[in-house]
């Protein structure tokens, strides 16, 4: 048996879990509005939902008694965050910061999703 160090092991993706007060409701939010495809689901009722939206997954968690805290629990890099920021603007989604370029290269802005889970929406700019 050989040894390995932390180098030696390759990781892939990381996914978040963001726990949620109700899965329609949030499904509503993140697929309807955010574009993400739900491809998997488990419970009955259901419990636990995975979304993918091109390289991004996001996984969500049923919680009933789920209180969101002042943390971003999702930072999403996306190609155009004008655009977006637009988008949530106009289906009246709750902006916690507005749309601003920043000093550590990215055009940035945080919404709260209907449970008021913080989302840090950012595009590589520098």
């Not at 993140?30 to 574009?35: R, T, V």
């Not at 106009?90 to 913080?118: E, H, S, T």
């Amino acid at each position: 048996m050989t040894e390995s160090s932390i180098t030696d092991i390759r990781f892939g993706r990381a996914a978040p879990c963001v726990c949620v007060r109700d899965i329609d409701v949030a499904l509503a939010f993140y697929s309807g509005l955010l574009g993400f495809t739900k491809v998997f689901e488990n419970g009955d009722p259901v419990g636990f939902v995975v979304l993918k939206k091109d390289a991004a997954e996001v996984h969500l968690s049923l919680k009933r008694d789920h209180r969101a805290s002042t943390a971003n629990v999702l930072h999403l890099f996306v190609g155009d965050a004008k655009a977006l920021y637009a988008l949530c603007e106009a289906a009246g989604v709750r902006v916690v910061k507005a749309l601003a370029d920043k000093d550590y290269g990215q055009r940035a802005f945080v919404i709260a999703d209907p449970d008021g889970n913080r989302i840090d929406i950012g595009e590589r700019t520098g």
